[in-house]
């Protein structure tokens, strides 16, 4: 008995063995044998979509040892098809190789495919498991987003690479908000939030391109696109939202000096009051700044005084900033893009209950106080007593 | 089956030669001794006569010592005129003429024999059924020279020999204590090997103590010429790549654990002492850790423990995040790869067999060939993977590199070295099959397995699971000495 | 096999992998959505039910155990008994299934989409039921160290999540009712049928069991809270969207270089299926050993390594199987029949035929 049980035995693992080194030859994908998809562009295109993507070349002539010749170090595909999915698909009969989705930096909608339904783009990345659910999308301003995807640039390098940092650095100063698959999808399934979706375009630089960052995109609930706004309306989105990172702030002051401000680190606070049936937000906004620049020249004391009047200018210069931005969302074309009835929905569910159905309206009747507390931290190595 | 029988002797059934007692004749014993090691010209047997008195003297030639012989025993024998005391001659011999601190008097022909073969002078007096047993061994041994394994920095540089004695002086002038034990046994039928178990009274358990010696005991063998004849006897006996029988060249690592209540058994004839029970982690410490500052000790035992687990795991690893978890390297990191591993004429999982394989060849070969070219091997060795390889496109330089990483951390713990070979290996497979998650599963087996491991009651992975806090004050981490010193490491109490 | 002791912590780092890979690998469904942070309540629940549903195990153990019998494995002839162990068998059998496919569907929907997994799976059933003959202590020796491994490595997710944590993205308290959470909280509390099985291993764990098993279920609930609060603030109404909600929240976790460590995670978790699994194994060739005491438990696991493989082939098929397995009423009694209904038959039985005591041999 025992002796068979063995025989068995061996021969099941035997044959698990054999299945297993059966499948060596084709276990994997082998690195030469993927796509590696860098940055992806999504058109409109008669059949549907049309894709731009860029890929790492991964079949330089450069020798095994790794020091690649001349030769690019990416390059651009493109394919249509009656859906993102189909369209991307058909890439492996461009390239051969098998789609790799897992190191895509960037999504780039173009300004047709923004104008169409979001959630149509975004299912794709949504469903399928090689895409990370933090992949960056903005979208292409008044252009298509192959453009941004084939953009020459100066140098040779990975153009998604740049674009993704230049998004990631543009977050870090808070100039627009960071928007992944996994963010686009929370707002959308919010009920009252519209989405801020950073905008890019491409500049002429002599015979070279660059990238430049130009506000962003606003959609509304049913995901179709409403508006731009404008670099400066962007950026007031963050403190709005408590949203703010690092960044800097330009001030004017009393006598006509401009002061620039490097903020350390910012909060906002929220206070959601009824009054007269309108609802009112107060925000306060605590910033931690460090003085970088006082420009204009002028010998100035040390006194208190002076102190206060920076501090209030640069309040104001935020406020300002916050206050426009509140008015181009308030607009006609605009919308809740600073989660205004989310904040609601987490103070007082049942008036957001109530409201939630009117929203659009009620956000554009509500009113808002701003107050903002600025604390200088260091003023740099010149000290007051300098004198200029 | 049956044609194996006809193939390979069984030890059971080899008979030996039979002397039986000794007998009264002193010629006869001589006679019987030379009938046996007939054609044997080192067996020598001479005759002499001492106050009248026949005298037969036996020993090996080359075992011992001819000046020894001459000097303290046959010429003061043969020179004697003297009067010996009637009927009492053999104890007066003893006592008064012969001069040497080492004999003893037998009865049993064959024990004495057995006494010949190891050096000793075998003189038989006529009219006694007794003969007595010189001391006079000259055994042909190295010189105690620093161990070629188990290199410590700061350690003696004294290391065991071929020779018992020689080996047990070096354990006993370490360990100057009456506790400290020895029993002498005897291994294989042909080689009768002699073997010393050794331990420390009161603080070896009884159980482990009882259950070596059955061991022992019950070992069938036809010679023992190594110390890894014994191992397998004394290992546990499940299919498993680890051992829980240590092996040590080195004295003072040999009397630390017998300290430490384990049972130390050295092998006539071998450098390597065996150390039973042995511990999982006891791979991860040398004697240098106790010579070092408390906190380098437990760094380097963390490297340690590191390097086994790259050996083991990382070319594995590779593959599999190579073949199927492209998303988990870095960007600039996937790009550098996928340029060098593009070119390449072969599957990743091939390349790691094929560089593994290679590496092993070239270990091989330096281990086996005249020392004088070993230069060589290594001066190819490194050219052809090193260089020629990757230009010529067969192997990526990654690849390489992975391979030159694990081949040095494998070389860390030295004692797993034959478990990491052969496990390496079976992860490339694994991870070229099915990727990280089996691995996973493989290094699940791996410690379920290693965990399963219990021989003598001691689980082989103790104190870390079960955990023992009292000993982890000298397992992976090490407390200074002054608090050490009070708890020394106990093997019993991790016994379940 | 020889019938090591275990100590309570080791047998219950066991369950607590066990627990672990239900949370891992939870489907979220409009019944078990996660995205509201009332769902944080539900662990807290978890630890209160776990509590409270093993008294009858505790009382079968204070009859039982004080008499150094082997708990349900008596060596006693009693038909009753061959009856209750081949009903525990056959839970836990259920339960393996279950669990494997379970993880047949996450493997294949999120580690090799697009791959035929049924040679990884067979693979896995082979290597658990293997892994089950080497013994409790074995198991319970390895789960020690593979909860070490598998807390550093959901620590380190976590940490790296922290700095993606939106509180926007949590909801109101007790937004949905009280009679929901109470719900909720009821259904969560059954992935923790893990507890039945202390049942079968009873007599082999030394050490104070019921101080573990408040430290274990404890411990649980706020690994729970953690990993549910990690995956509501970082995904927040994304994580309904998803499949396996959990699993994508460690998608998202960056580490300076380390961009993707999903990978790395979920193979860690596979340590926890592994140890389940095993453990499920040895429980049922326990049971069978003791009602079919000629067979040896190496054919006795074979048989049930192959019969769980063939089932796992059929069901990896076709999705609507894999719901069949996701079943209300099955996960129900998956967790009532072994926690409560077999120890409390036990106890009647035990109180009724006083002889029992006499029978019992001394382990």
Not at chain 2, 287 to 315: H, K, Q
Not at chain 3, 6 to 13: D, I, K, L, M, Y
Request: a neutral charge.
């Amino acid at each position: 008995m025992r002796k068979i049980y063995r025989t068995i035995s061996l021969m099941v693992l035997c044959s698990l063995a054999l299945l297993n080194l059966s499948s060596c030859e084709k276990a994997g994908t082998e690195l030469s044998d993927l796509m590696i998809i860098q940055g992806i562009g999504i058109d409109v295109a008669k059949e549907g979509y049309k894709i731009t993507v860029e890929i790492l070349n991964n079949e330089q002539s450069g020798s095994p040892s790794g020091d690649s010749s001349a030769e690019n170090k990416t390059k651009i595909y493109n394919a249509a098809g009656d859906s993102v999915a189909s369209a991307l698909m058909k890439l492996t009969t461009k390239s051969g190789n098998k789609p790799f989705y897992a190191q895509n930096r960037v999504i780039v909608l173009g300004e047709a495919t923004a104008q169409r339904n979001l959630t149509d783009v975004l299912d794709f990345f949504e469903r399928n498991y090689d895409s990370r659910a933090s992949q960056l999308i903005c979208v292409a301003k008044d252009r298509k987003a192959e453009d941004i995807i084939r953009a020459k640039l100066l140098t040779d390098t990975v153009k998604s690479k740049i674009l993704e940092k230049m998004l990631e650095s543009s977050y870090e100063q808070s100039l627009v908000p960071r928007v992944r698959i996994v963010d686009a999808i929370n707002t959308i399934k919010d009920d009252t939030t519209y989405l801020c979706i950073p905008a890019v375009a491409v500049q002429n630089n002599g015979a070279n391109q660059d990238f430049t960052l130009e506000g962003c995109a606003l959609f509304d609930k049913d995901e179709s696109f409403c508006m731009y706004l404008s670099t400066d309306d962007a950026r007031g989105l963050a403190f709005l939202d408590n949203n703010i990172r690092e960044g800097f702030i330009s001030a004017d002051l009393p006598n006509g000096q401009k002061a620039t401000f490097v903020i350390v680190k910012g909060k906002t606070h929220y206070q959601i009051i009824k009054e007269n049936g309108k609802l009112h937000y107060k925000l306060r906004i605590d910033l931690v700044c460090d003085l970088e620049e006082v420009g204009g020249a002028e010998f100035f004391s040390t006194d208190d005084d002076f102190m206060e009047k920076i501090k209030g200018a640069a309040g104001a210069s935020v406020a300002q900033l916050a206050e426009n931005t509140l008015i181009t969302l308030q607009s006609e074309h605009g919308g809740d893009g600073i989660r205004y009835g989310r904040r609601l929905y987490l103070y007082d569910n049942n008036e957001y209950e109530k409201l939630k159905s009117n929203w659009e309206k009620e956000f554009k009747n509500s009113l808002t106080s701003l107050k903002v507390q600025v604390t200088i931290r260091r003023i740099g190595e010149e000290t007051f007593h300098s004198k200029k | 089956m049956k044609e194996n029988k006809q193939i390979f002797i069984n030890v059971d059934t080899v008979s030996e030669f039979e002397f039986g007692d000794v007998r009264e004749n002193a010629v006869e014993n001589g006679r019987l001794i030379k009938e046996a090691f007939k054609g044997s010209f080192d067996i020598v047997v001479k005759k002499g006569y001492c106050a009248g008195k026949c005298v037969v003297f036996a020993n090996c030639d080359g075992l011992c010592n001819s000046q020894k012989i001459a000097d303290n025993a046959i010429r003061p024998l043969l020179s004697y005129n003297g009067i010996m005391p009637e009927g009492n001659e053999l104890e007066f011999i003893c006592d008064n003429i012969i001069c040497g601190t080492e004999q003893q008097k037998q009865t049993s022909l064959d024990t004495a024999v057995d006494m010949l073969l190891r050096g000793t002078l075998l003189i038989f007096v006529e009219g006694f059924n007794q003969c007595i047993i010189f001391g006079v061994q000259q055994i042909p041994e190295r010189s105690i020279d620093e161990p070629d394994t188990d290199v410590q920095e700061f350690g003696s540089r004294e290391g065991f020999t071929e020779n018992l004695k020689t080996n047990l002086t070096l354990v006993r002038k370490r360990l100057c204590t009456p506790n400290f034990t020895i029993e002498m046994k005897e291994a294989g039928v042909q080689s009768k090997t002699r073997v010393l178990v050794c331990y420390m009274k009161g603080r070896v358990n009884k159980d482990v103590l009882q259950k070596v010696n059955e061991r022992l005991n019950n070992i069938n063998m036809d010679t023992v010429l190594g110390s890894g004849y014994l191992q397998k006897a004394l290992d546990t006996k499940r299919l498993t790549l680890f051992s829980m029988v240590g092996q040590t060249e080195r004295p003072d690592t040999f009397a630390a654990k017998i300290c430490e209540g384990k049972i130390g058994i050295i092998i006539d004839g071998t450098p390597f002492a065996l150390i039973v029970p042995r511990l999982f982690i006891e791979n991860f410490q040398t004697l240098d850790d106790y010579i070092n500052r408390p906190f380098y000790a437990t760094f380097m035992r963390g490297v340690r423990l590191l390097s086994f687990l790259i050996s083991v795991f990382l070319p594995g690893v590779f593959v599999s995040v190579g073949l199927f978890h492209q998303e988990m390297l870095p960007d600039d990191m996937l790009y550098n790869i996928v340029v060098m591993e593009s070119n390449t004429l072969f599957t990743l999982t091939l390349e790691a067999l094929i560089i593994h394989f290679v590496y092993e060849t070239v270990r091989e070969a330096g281990l086996r060939m005249p020392k004088s070219i070993g230069h060589a091997v290594s001066i190819v060795g490194a050219l052809v993977i090193g260089d020629a390889a990757v230009t010529a496109g067969l192997i990526g330089a990654p690849m390489l590199i992975v391979v030159a990483m694990t081949a040095i951390c494998s070389l860390v713990s030295s004692h797993l070295y034959q478990p990491i070979a052969v496990l390496r290996i079976v992860f490339i497979l694994i991870g070229g099959a099915t990727g990280l998650y089996g691995i996973m599963i493989g290094a699940a087996v791996l410690v379920i397995s290693l965990a399963s491991m219990t021989d003598y009651g001691v689980p082989f992975l103790a104190p870390i699971t079960p955990f023992e806090k009292n000993l982890m004050r000298d397992s992976l981490v090490r407390i200074s000495m002054e608090k050490l010193g009070k708890n020394i490491f106990d093997i019993n109490s991790v016994r379940e | 096999m020889t019938k090591s002791r275990v100590s309570a912590p080791q047998f219950f780092s066991v369950l607590y992998l066990s627990v672990l890979s239900s949370i891992f690998m939870y489907i979220s469904s409009p019944k078990t959505s996660i995205s509201q942070t009332d769902s944080l309540f539900r662990p807290v629940a978890f630890i209160v039910i776990s509590v409270i549903f093993a008294i009858p195990t505790y009382l079968v153990m204070k009859t039982v155990k004080e008499k150094a019998t082997s708990g349900l494995r008596v060596n006693n002839k009693r038909f009753f008994f061959k009856i209750i162990s081949g009903i525990y068998a056959l839970v836990y059998f259920v339960a393996i299934l279950r669990a494997l496919a379970r993880f047949d569907l996450f493997a294949s929907s999120e580690l090799f989409p697009g791959t035929d997994m049924t040679v990884f799976i067979i693979t896995l059933v082979i290597v658990c039921g293997l892994m089950s003959l080497l013994g409790l202590g074995a198991l319970a020796r390895a789960g020690v160290i593979f909860t070490a491994i598998v807390v550093v490595a959901t620590g380190f997710v976590m940490l790296s999540l922290f700095k993606d944590v939106d509180l926007l993205n949590f909801t109101p308290l007790m937004e949905q009712g009280f009679g929901r959470i109470f719900y909720d909280s009821l259904y969560f509390a059954l992935q923790g049928a893990e507890i039945g099985i202390i049942m079968l291993f009873l007599p082999e764990i030394k050490g104070r069991i019921v101080k573990a098993y408040i430290i274990w279920a404890i411990l649980s609930g706020i690994t729970f809270i953690l990993i549910l609060f990690f995956t509501i603030g970082t995904l927040g109404a994304f994580a309904d969207t998803q499949l396996f909600p959990t699993y994508t929240a460690v998608t998202l976790a960056e580490f300076g270089l380390l961009e993707r460590m999903d990978a790395l995670e979920t193979a860690i978790w596979v340590l926890c299926i592994v140890e389940k699994v095993s453990l499920y194994f040895l429980g049922i060739t326990n049971c069978l050993e003791f009602i079919l005491p000629k067979i040896s438990r190496r054919i006795i696991a074979g048989v049930c390594m192959g019969v769980v493989s063939l089932m796992l082939s059929f069901i990896s098929a076709d999705l609507e199987r894999f719901y069949f397995m996701s079943y209300e009423p099955l996960v129900i009694a998956l967790y009532v029949i072994p926690v409560l209904i077999l120890p409390i038959a036990l106890i009647i039985y035990l109180k009724k035929v006083k002889p029992y005591a006499e029978n019992i041999p001394n382990n």
